[in-house]
């Protein structure tokens, strides 16, 4: 869909019209492009002091793996981390150098005085972030931890983060990390995913990784071997998470209503996927989903994003737009993954995400329906979790929630409703397909054993249930 304010922004006279009106400036965003290193500039890295270093020997572990160029502040601690890691760190001498990504280990912070380092170490380096540039702290689970003053000290990083996201502007995003203890090991696929251009709509976003069961994978096809199915993959972003699947080497079951069976073969064959046309409300949706599973092994993942809005306010919402909208986007998730738990159809280390979305966080003006079947689906990814752990298979569930994404499904929407929905965010812009997709590919990977039961809005920091 264009976006021709955005296109006129880009313009040498848009871009002057905009900065003297005081009005939005998205810029174009970082996204994969396979010919790119996976962290396109410098890293700054600190650390906050104390005596855990598990966290940083890890964050050094990752950065020697992507072969990242390291930068560090003269008297950071940081270094020997990153030296018994073999990464040789060059100093930041407070110049003219500017860092795509600023990377800070808090794990050590444990009381609100020491939210100094976080200040201190930031606030230097604040106006030398390159645009689409990356700022990300990782620090300890609070639920986690039995003292008020570290449990309010890692809690408050959350403000910190949530405010440089809005104030960095130019595509540059800002995420925490809360990463538990002993789960150190299980950062390598967030780390990557954070660091690069894959997570370009992401931003303000908390991330919990735990202890789970993760599996090495051969990072320049981390789905290679794997068999995936997609739920409304015949266009918009169903398309575009099959074929980022497809790209990082997954064998893409792609299903959809037999009314679509044209866009879905196409897409199907342009990524040797296979094709299952079915309405996944349907009572034999499970069985069909299994058989198509059966013949590849199993599953190893599954990604339930088919779904519909069918807006009114209440008063005017018929109960046919009532039940429909609930039992495409929720109830029938909720029967399939029963049914495919029940019967085997998931392989261990099953990876399962929903698509949910921000108006199930936030509410929506004549959404009743769709915000409900969107919270539910996020209540269904928080029970099942706790099952998953349980079950000690090493599965996981997790979901995305998409804020305003470019598709024929916001292209419906009222112009000035529209136009507002794509501006109210901190890039100033609507997602892309892609951008929910990439962040999809994340969850869905066997590296991501450590990511249960998070709900991740790929929504540029929309303002909407900030
Ligand atoms: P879309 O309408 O372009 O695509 C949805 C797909 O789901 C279609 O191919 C449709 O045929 C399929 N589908 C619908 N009912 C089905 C059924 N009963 N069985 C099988 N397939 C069915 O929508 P989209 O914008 O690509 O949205 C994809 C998902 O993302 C949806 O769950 C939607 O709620 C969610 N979402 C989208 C946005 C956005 O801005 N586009 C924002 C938040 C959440």
Known sequence: MSDRYGDFVQSSIGKKVAKNLGLPMPVELDRFDSGQPLVRGSVLVG???????????????????????????SSDDIKDALSDAGVEAKSNTGGDDKFKVLLFDASNISNADQLKEVYEFFHTVARRVEQSGRVIIVGRTPENLT??????????????????????????????????????????????????ARSAYVSGQVIRVSTGDNVDVDWT???????MLVTGASRGIGEAIARVLAREGAHVICLDVPQQQ?????VASEISGSVLTVDITSADAGKEIAEAAQNRGGL???IHNAGVTRDKTLAKMDEKKWDMVININLGSI????????????????????????ISGIAGNMGQTNYATSKAGVIGLVDATAKQLEDNAKGMTINAVAPGFIETQMTEAIPFAIR??????????????????????????????????GNVVRVCGQSLLGA
């Open 47 to 73: 650390r906050a002091n104390g005596d855990d270093k598990s966290v940083s020997a890890s964050v050094a572990r990752i950065l020697s793996d992507v072969h990242a160029d390291v930068y560090v502040n």
């Open 147 to 196: 003292d008020i003053e570290a449990a309010l000290a890692q809690r408050a990083l959350e403000g910190f983060v949530k405010s440089v996201g809005k104030e960095f502007k130019r595509g540059v995003t800002a995420q925490l990390i809360y990463v538990e203890e002993g789960a150190e090991q299980n950062l390598d696929s967030t780390l990557r995913f954070f660091t690069s």
């Open 221 to 227: 096809q981390p789905l290679g071997g794997k068999t």
């Open 262 to 266: 044209a866009d879905l073969q196409k």
């Open 300 to 302: 190893d993942s599954i």
């Open 334 to 357: 909720a029967k399939l993954n029963r049914y495919l738990l029940d019967n085997d159809v998931l392989k261990d280390n099953a990876r399962i995400v929903c698509v949910s979305s």
């Open 419 to 452: 136009e507002a929905g794509r501006r109210m965010n901190s890039m100033s812009q609507g997602g892309l397909p892609v951008d929910v997709a990439e962040t999809i590919a994340w969850f869905a990977s066997p590296a991501s054993g450590g990511l249960n």
